[in-house]
């Protein structure tokens, strides 16, 4: 099998125990935090979004070192960084530290997940590039299952037992995957997508006449620098979108349970089910829309993914009861999962992969705005009235404006670099 999908798995695998455990298990920490402490739920959202804000700012760094150092160094930093910000979690005994704990999550994550995975994938191929980040977002779909798991074991012992248990365990597994992933294909003497390589005397002669693999590196290396995005229109015009959706989706995702147990009158482990279902039922998109984008307009791709993100949340504003949860996952989620794995695809087009990762790491930047803001106002709306319902329509407006600056966007004329 083409070394490249090990990546792709190796890659997944860290994102569904690391990332994916804190991002949609954080519900399931809200109930027992304000119980024992008394906090508020916008209090207690804000640490979630310094996590996603910290993240936001940390991500350019990253970019920038994962397009120099490349991502298995930064692989192994971020998986010990947030097993022990989950074992220190556990600890904690005032607002303060629970901050604390989440900026140091936010900056294991960062180096485990975003950026640094699908600058791997998008190295490692580039017809299939669609395709391979869809699978490997596959680890973010389904570490939904470690909602349950999480709240499982909250039932079973108690919440610090459980981000103990946790944090010990993503130690032991994502260790070993980092090592599995290579930077390049190049690194293994490989060519993207598993294409073959020439025999020694073939390659002197390709390389004489800039044959097949100096054309091929020459590819890996075109595109825009930082810099260059940075005084980009189509840039700004997709991270705007990115910070929209953001500003909607994670605030959802971070109240849903919340939402659910309160308004819904949902039993805790019911509630923490419908959470898991989230990037479970996400997984239709990632794959869905992942695989399209490789044959159809990747603006239009992403701009009816994110029209699915905007009727879902609609529709959980309005649900009355529990027969329409499903519903609304059958929008929401699909959206979701779509926006995940096609928004680096269309990244990579547009912008080639000199700096992938460094623009990647703007882009999250510029994203995390709305990331960072949605939680806690929805958190805040909840405090005032007792109801997340107007927070939520209001939110649904604000990602709508996503679809038109998608559409917007246009290729940007990439330069290739020099090839000796």
């Known amino acids: 099998m083409f070394y490249g999908w090990w990546v792709v798995f190796g890659s997944a695998g860290i994102i569904f125990l690391t990332g994916g455990t804190f991002f949609y298990g954080f519900g399931t920490l809200i109930t027992p935090l304000t119980k024992e402490f008394g906090w ?12 996603t804000e ?13 397009d120099r150092v490349g991502p298995r160094r930064l692989l192994l930093m971020g998986v010990f960084l947030v097993g022990t910000g989950f074992i220190l979690l556990s600890r904690i005994q005032a607002l303060w530290h ?28 580039q017809k299939r590039r669609g395709r391979a980040l869809a699978l490997m977002t596959v680890g973010g779909g389904s570490s939904g299952v470690m909602v349950v798991v999480l709240a499982s074991l909250i039932a079973a012992f108690d919440w610090r037992t459980a981000l103990l248990i946790m944090g010990l365990t993503q130690w032991a597994i994502c260790i070993p995957l980092a090592l599995i992933v290579r930077n390049r294909p190049q690194d293994l003497g490989l060519l993207p997508d598993g294409e073959p390589a ?16 100096v054309e ?32 909607g989706s994670v605030a959802v995702i971070a109240h849903q349970v919340a939402f659910l147990e309160e308004e819904m009158d949902f039993p805790p482990l019911v509630a923490s089910v419908a ?20 044959y159809v307009d990747k603006r239009k791709v992403l701009a009816v993914a994110y029209l699915f993100i905007v009727v879902g949340i609609v529709l959980m504003a309005t649900v009355q009861s529990a027969w329409q949860v499903p519903l609304y996952l059958m929008f929401f989620a699909p959206g979701w999962g779509g926006s995940i794995s096609v928004r680096p695809a269309l990244q990579a087009e547009y912008f080639g992969l000199r700096a992938f990762g460094g623009i990647q790491g703007l882009m999250f930047f510029v994203g995390s705005v709305g990331s960072f803001t949605g939680p806690i106002f929805a958190g805040a709306i909840y405090d ?8 939520f329509l209001i939110l649904a407006l604000a990602v709508l ?15 290739p670099a020099n090839v000796p």
Not at 40 to 51: D, E, K, N, T, V
Not at 198 to 210: G, I, T
Not at 278 to 288: C, E, H, N, T
């Open 275 to 294: 959470q898991m279902a989230v990037p479970i039922v996400s997984l239709a998109g990632r794959l869905g829309f992942g695989w399209l984008a490789d």
């Open 54 to 66: 910290l993240g936001g700012v940390w991500a350019p760094v990253v970019g920038y070192l994962v």
């Open 401 to 415: 404006a996503a679809v038109p600056a998608v559409l917007m966007a246009e290729r940007a004329q990439t330069e």
């Open 198 to 213: 020439l025999p020694d005397e073939q390659q002197v002669a390709a390389d004489e006449r800039s044959g097949p693999r």
């Open 384 to 391: 005032a009235l007792d109801s997340y319902r107007l927070a």
């Open 98 to 125: 629970l901050y604390a704990v989440a900026a140091l999550i936010a900056i294991g994550i960062g180096a485990t997940a975003g950026p640094v995975a699908m600058a791997a994938v998008a190295h490692w191929f």
């Open 216 to 247: 091929v590196a020459a590819r890996q290396d075109e595109g825009l620098t930082m810099s260059q995005a940075l005084r980009n229109r189509s840039f700004w015009l997709l991270a705007s979108g990115m910070s929209l959706i953001g500003l």
């Open 40 to 51: 508020s739920r916008a209090s207690i959202a804000g640490a979630f979004s310094l996590r």
